[in-house]
Nanobody, 127 residues
Framework: QVQLVESGGGSVQAGGSLRLSCAVS????????MAWFRQAPGKEREGVAM????????YYADSVKGRFTISQDNAKNTLLLQMISLKPEDTAIYYC????????????????????WGQGTQVTVSS
């Protein structure tokens, strides 16, 4: 019902910047909130940033506060993640996620409750 496709990943040096995009389609009117998650090899998937549909409050993991900015372009049905001052520890596959149709995460950056996921886009940060 809600489809998500990430793009914009790539390889950058530490201190560099990247902007990730998530194209949203389907029954977008039913989306309550959207978020970015990431997962590095051998590690659990972790929440990075969340935003309420319609441009409400945002939430960020402590590790990215001040460096990452989540936003949405409703006209283009796109979720964005602007990343600056990237660090090697930011290296991971980044996933776009949405909670829709009444589903809601117990916590903004908890995977539980998000019922639509993108395929992921790789971000690699070298020192």
């Amino acid at each position: 019902q809600v489809q998500l496709v990430e793009s914009g990943g790539g390889s950058v040096q530490a201190g560099g910047s990247l902007r990730l995009s998530c194209a949203v389609s389907g029954t977008t009117g039913l989306i309550g909130c959207m978020a970015w998650f990431r997962q590095a090899p051998g590690k659990e998937r972790e929440g990075v940033a969340m935003i309420y549909a319609g441009g409400g409050s945002t939430y960020y993991a402590d590790s990215v506060k001040g460096r990452f900015t989540i936003s949405q372009d409703n006209a283009k049905n796109t979720l964005l993640l602007q990343m600056i001052s990237l660090k090697p520890e930011d290296t991971a596959i980044y996933y776009c996620a949405a909670a829709y149709g009444g589903s809601w995460p117990s916590q903004p950056l908890n995977t539980m409750g998000y019922n639509s996921w993108g395929q992921g886009t790789q971000v690699t940060v070298s020192s």
